[in-house]
């Protein structure tokens, strides 16, 4: 009798739902997945309420583990002090790569998760080679990069299929405020 494969366990930073669903799609056959949803970046609170709701939601569909951030907008607008004016793809967005990520990486380790990586990467607005640069200060990142395959193309076909929240900013407000990209 062959042994059953154990998956090695990977915690997924999700920024989104729609985002998070061509990563479950792509990770699940290899990987034993927890899901973690820490955007403080995002304002205000009821835009970070609902874009988590509808993460509630996914998990539900899939049967995966969710672990919930505490909220706390003030202290990630600390790291964003004096780039309140920088564009989209700025210092800003890197400085907010680092804090999410960050703490990403401290929860696959309180959790016993052996590697963790993040869904920041489906988007075409962010740039890859940043999130990775940034991610690999942590020596349990896994560096994916979820674009390939048509990846942003699927997220948007499995959100409308399953109903998912598609919001029209990035997160924080200052990108709101001065946006280079529609999402
Ligand atoms: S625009 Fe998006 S990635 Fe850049 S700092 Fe704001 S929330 Fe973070």
Not at 8 to 13: I, Q
Not at 76 to 81: K, M, S, V
Not at 108 to 122: D, E, G, S
Request: charged share 20%; glycine share 4%; net charge positive.
């Amino acid at each position: 009798m062959t042994a059953p494969v154990v998956k090695p366990s990977l915690l997924l930073h999700v920024c989104c739902a729609p985002c998070a669903t061509h990563c479950i799609e792509t990770l699940l056959p290899h990987y034993t997945l927890t899901l973690l949803f820490s955007n403080s970046n995002i304002a205000p609170q009821a835009e970070y309420v609902q874009r988590l709701e509808h993460v509630r939601k996914l998990v539900t569909l899939h049967g995966l583990p969710l672990i919930e951030d505490a909220y706390d907008h003030a202290a990630w607008c600390t790291i964003a002090r004096g780039l309140e004016h920088e564009p989209e793809q700025s210092h800003r967005c890197r400085a907010c790569f680092a804090h999410n990520l960050a703490r990403a990486a401290t929860f696959a380790r309180q959790h016993n998760l052996a590697q963790f990586t993040t869904t920041l990467t489906v988007s075409p607005h962010k740039q890859t080679p940043v999130i990775f640069e940034v991610g690999r200060q942590h020596a349990n990142f896994l560096a994916m990069d979820f674009k390939k395959n048509n990846g942003f193309a699927r997220s948007i076909e499995l959100s409308r299929k399953h109903g998912l929240y598609r919001q029209e900013y990035c997160g924080c407000e200052f990108g709101r405020k001065n946006p280079k990209f529609e999402i």
